[in-house]
Nanobody
Framework: VQLQASGGGLVQAGDSLRLSCAHS????????MAWFRQAPGKERRFVAL????????NYADSVKGRFTISKDNAKNTVYLQMNSLKAEDTAVYYC???????????????WGQGTQVTVSS
């Protein structure tokens, strides 16, 4: 299994950005796909998740109402649409695949390489 995250960049506060996570082959229908992020000097933290077989989602409180996780089953790709970006959203964003509905990092077995998002204020 390989996960390839992309779409990061340097934006200004208030801007939008969309991250993509391409999964090699089709994820298992039971898969949970998630985004985590790690800011400089901080631990990696949960951002959002989606169940591959359905569209049920869950978000960290810090991004609710601003970020949207979605998927394209035909492309085996998960997206993270980030709107109204803030300086505190600056981090390396990682996509991950697990099998449990969880916001805990160690529940995820496969990880992408990360993509840098920098928001200037």
């Amino acid at each position: 299994v390989q996960l390839q995250a992309s779409g990061g960049g340097l934006v200004q506060a208030g801007d939008s950005l969309r991250l993509s996570c391409a999964h090699s082959g089709r994820p298992l229908s039971s898969s949970i796909m998630a985004w985590f992020r790690q800011a400089p000097g901080k631990e990696r933290r949960f951002v959002a998740l989606i169940r591959w077989s359905r569209s049920s989602t869950n978000y960290a409180d810090s991004v609710k109402g601003r970020f949207t996780i979605s998927k394209d089953n035909a492309k085996n790709t998960v997206y993270l649409q980030m709107n109204s970006l803030k300086a505190e959203d600056t981090a390396v964003y990682y996509c991950a695949r697990g099998s449990r509905w969880s916001s805990i990092e160690y529940e995820y077995d496969y990880w992408g390489q990360g993509t840098q998002v920098t928001v200037s204020s």
